[in-house]
C-alpha cells in the first residue's frame, strides 16, 4: 500500500464546508423550489418556456456542468494498477454491477409498485454506481485512495458505453417478466442512450480533454490544486439548481405529498446499508486489508444520482415521479453514508483487530 494511504486522519481530506451540510442545502433548495411554484402560479410557464420539444435548454446545461468536476477529478492513469488485484476487482464489479442494480430493483419493486414512476425512477438510480461522493467518503474512511481512483475511472467507462444497454435491459425486459407490463414504459434503448450521450458523454470528453490539455500545459500539480478545488463547486451548484427548478415545478403538488419523501427513502436507505455490509463482508473475505476494503465498500454503496437525474429528466420529463426520485436520492445518501463512515471505524476494529 502507498504511503498516502496510511496517513494519519488529521492529513486526510476533511469534509468540506460545502459538502459537510450538503443535506440542508438540498433541503433548503427543495423549500425554495417548493416556494417559488406555490407562490408564484406562473413560474412553470416560465420555466418550460425555455425548452427545445421535451428539452430544458438551462436544465439541460445545469445537469451536464453537474456531471463535469467529478469525471474531471478521476485519474484514469491509475486504472491499471487496479487490474493488479483481479480478485477484489472481481468481487467489485459483481457486487456494484450484479447484485446492486438487482436488490435496487427489488426493494422498488417490493416498496414501490403501487407508485410507478418512484419505481421505475429508483431502478435508474440503482444502475450507476457512484463516481463523484465516493472519493469523500473514502477519504473520511482513511479508505485506499489509489484502488478507488481505479474503480472510479473503471465504473466511468462502463457507465458510458453500457448504461443504456443497462437501463432497457431492466425497464423493457426485466419489469415485465415480474408482472409488471402495465406500465407501457414506451422508450427505446436509442433514445436511453441519447440521453446518456449528451448528459454523461459530453461531460466525459470534456473532462479528458481538460485533463490531458491542461496537466500538459500547466502541470499535474496545478491542475490538482488550482483547477479541481476551483470547479468542485460548480457540482453541487448545479445540483441545487436543479432541485430548485424541478420542485419549482411541482411546489403545489409537493405540498400534498410529503409521505412520497418517506416511501422513496425507505429502499434507499435498506439499500445503502445491505450493499456496504456485504461488500465489507465479502472483502474480509477475500483478504482484503482495511484500506482495499473501505474502498470497496463505498463504491459499492453509493449511487450515481446525477445521472439519474438527467436520464430521468431526458427520458420521462422534468415532470416526472422518476425525476423526483432521483432528487430525492442525494437527500438520502448523505446522512446514510455518512453514518456508514463511522460503521467502517467500528468494522474495522472488530475485523481488523491487528490494523
Known amino acids: 500500500m502507498s504511503s498516502t494511504n496510511c496517513a494519519p486522519a488529521a492529513e486526510r481530506k476533511k469534509l468540506g464546508f460545502l459538502d459537510r451540510y450538503l443535506t440542508l442545502w438540498i433541503f433548503l433548495a427543495m423549500a425554495i423550489g417548493i416556494g417559488i411554484g406555490y407562490f408564484i ?11 427545445d420539444g421535451t428539452t430544458n435548454i438551462p436544465l439541460a446545461i445545469g445537469l451536464i456542468l453537474m456531471m463535469y468536476p467529478p469525471l474531471t477529478k478521476v485519474q484514469f492513469s491509475k486504472i491499471p494498477k487496479v ?60 479508505g485506499n485512495r489509489e484502488l ?42 436509442v433514445e436511453i442512450a441519447q440521453t446518456v450521450g449528451i448528459y454523461l458523454g459530453i461531460p466525459f470528453g470534456a473532462a479528458v480533454i481538460s485533463r ?7 502541470g499535474e500539480e496545478w491542475f490538482r490544486k488550482k483547477f479541481i478545488p476551483f470547479i468542485s463547486p460548480i457540482t453541487l451548484i448545479s445540483l441545487l439548481f436543479t432541485i430548485v427548478v424541478m420542485f419549482s415545478l ?20 435498506i439499500f445503502f446499508a445491505i450493499m456496504f455490509f456485504l461488500m465489507f463482508l465479502l472483502g474480509k473475505w477475500t483478504g482484503a486489508d482495511y484500506a482495499d476494503n473501505a474502498a470497496l465498500s463505498f463504491t459499492a454503496s453509493g449511487n450515481n444520482f446525477e445521472l ?27 446522512p446514510a453514508l455518512i453514518i456508514m463512515v463511522n460503521v467502517a471505524f467500528w468494522l474495522k476494529k472488530k475485523l481488523y483487530k491487528q490494523s
Request: charged share 10%; proline share 5%; net charge negative.
Open 212 to 218: 490531458f490539455v491542461l496537466i500538459k500545459v500547466k
Open 250 to 269: 411541482k411546489g403545489e403538488m409537493i405540498v400534498s405529498i410529503p409521505m412520497d419523501v418517506v416511501r422513496i427513502a425507505i429502499p434507499l436507505v
Open 308 to 334: 439519474a437525474i438527467a436520464v430521468a429528466i431526458g427520458v420521462f420529463g422534468i415532470n416526472s415521479g422518476q425525476a423526483f426520485a432521483g432528487v430525492i436520492g442525494p437527500l438520502v445518501e448523505v
Open 41 to 51: 402560479p406562473t413560474a412553470d410557464d416560465f420555466i418550460n418556456s425555455f425548452s
Open 148 to 189: 478507488v481512483a481505479g474503480l472510479v475511472g473503471i465504473n466511468s467507462l462502463l457507465q458510458v458505453f453500457f448504461f443504456s444497454l443497462y437501463a432497457y435491459f431492466y425497464l423493457e425486459i426485466v419489469l415485465p417478466l415480474f408482472g409488471i407490463d402495465a406500465l407501457k414504459i414506451d422508450i427505446t434503448i
Open 83 to 142: 487490474m493488479a488485484k483481479p480478485k477484489l476487482l472481481a468481487v467489485s464489479f459483481f457486487v456494484t454491477w450484479i447484485v446492486g442494480p438487482f436488490l435496487m430493483f427489488s426493494l422498488a419493486v417490493l416498496f414501490l409498485k403501487d407508485y410507478p414512476e418512484y419505481m421505475t425512477g429508483l431502478i435508474i438510480i440503482g444502475l450507476a454506481p457512484c463516481i463523484a461522493m465516493v472519493i469523500v467518503w473514502n477519504e473520511l474512511a482513511e
